[in-house]
């Protein structure tokens, strides 16, 4: 399954950002989501969602200002963004791990965990 991201951009802090994510196959039964990472930081899984029954997780750094959202038919992923933060600014990567993956409430999936990852795609905040 390739992954390609679209949507990212340059952004004043409060504003708002669409990503999308593309899957060039099926992703049923999949846990897709969104990681991000930052100069000189570790990678985070900031977003997951299960594409079978549509579960969500959300780190505390990005709960109640991002929203994950998924159209199986269409094999796509968003990550609506709002109220921006400098903080934010990171290479946003979509992530897929399945078929029949176990989906967490509490985490997205381990980077080893991970099935197959996007290009990234840049998110720069200004302040």
């Known amino acids: 399954v390739t992954l390609v991201e679209s949507g990212g951009g340059l952004v004043q802090a409060g504003g708002s950002l669409r990503l999308s994510c593309e899957a060039g196959?099926?992703?049923?039964?999949?846990?897709v989501g969104w990681f991000r990472q930052a100069p000189g930081k570790e990678r985070e899984g900031i977003s997951c969602?299960?594409?079978?029954?549509?579960?969500?997780y959300y780190s505390d750094s990005v709960k109640g200002r991002f929203t994950i959202s998924r159209d199986t038919a269409k094999k796509m992923v968003y990550l609506q963004m709002n109220n921006l933060k400098p903080e934010d600014t990171a290479i946003y990567y979509c992530?897929?791990?399945?078929?029949?993956?176990?989906?967490?409430?509490?985490?997205?999936?381990?980077?080893?965990?991970?099935?197959?990852w996007g290009n990234g795609i840049l998110v720069a905040v200004s302040s």
């Open positions: 969602i299960s594409t079978s029954d549509g579960s969500q």
């Open positions: 196959g099926r992703i049923d039964d999949y846990t």
């Open positions: 992530a897929a791990e399945g078929p029949l993956a176990k989906f967490y409430t509490n985490y997205c999936p381990a980077y080893a965990a991970v099935d197959y």
